[in-house]
């Protein structure tokens, strides 16, 4: 694709000042040091391929602005933007589009789910808080390499399986994903306050399991009837 489709302009202008927006929140959130992390929303495009949002790699939070955003296909190809696009470009990519419904994907190194993620286990169901954004453990997926869809194909792998928006990549961290940008935002962070708060709960012996069958009925009132409708 050369450049963006004229009838996408209006659509991807607002998605870039989204998307900068968004960035804001990983550190306002404390989900990030320097510059590890990234926010993408993906942009529909009823008449051909869809395309993705993201910032450019390693500027820092406080030079991300709507016009320093780039704009890719869903091959990761740059189509708009004069810097090189983030290191997970792929992996973001991959994701939309294997799953069509995810139109935001975020990846941070907060601290708690990362330390998780490096001891490659799943964050067990001990909280209401879990089952209502997780509808589950935080699951775990395989370790990948940065830079090409390698990642791309572990979220997407272990999302499929699972009711959550968020995944610990094995080594690396977090990536979610949502309905838009913010939901994905959201979405991780949830994963470091539960990752955080169960680390806590067992310092202090072990934590009871919540059944399934409570899991399923808290999953399914905070994703159909909590708050605004
Ligand atoms: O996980 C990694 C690298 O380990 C990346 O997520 C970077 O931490 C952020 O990369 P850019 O988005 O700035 O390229």
Redesign the pocket.
Known sequence: MTGVPAALRTAVDAAKERVAALHAELPRWEL?V?????VSERVPNPDGEDLLV??????AYEDITAEAMVVCDLAGNLVEGDR??????AAHAYVYANMPDVGGVV???STYATAWAARGEEIPCVLTMMADEFGGPVPVGPFAV?GDDSIGHGIVETLRESRSPAVLMRN??PFTIGKDGRSAVKAAVMCEEVARTVHIARQLGQPLPIEQSHIDSLYDRYQNVYGQH
Do not use: F, L, Q, R
């Open positions: 990030v320097w510059t590890a992390g990234n993201i910032k450019p790699s390693g500027v090189s696009p983030s290191s997970d470009t990846h941070t190194h940065i690396h961290g």
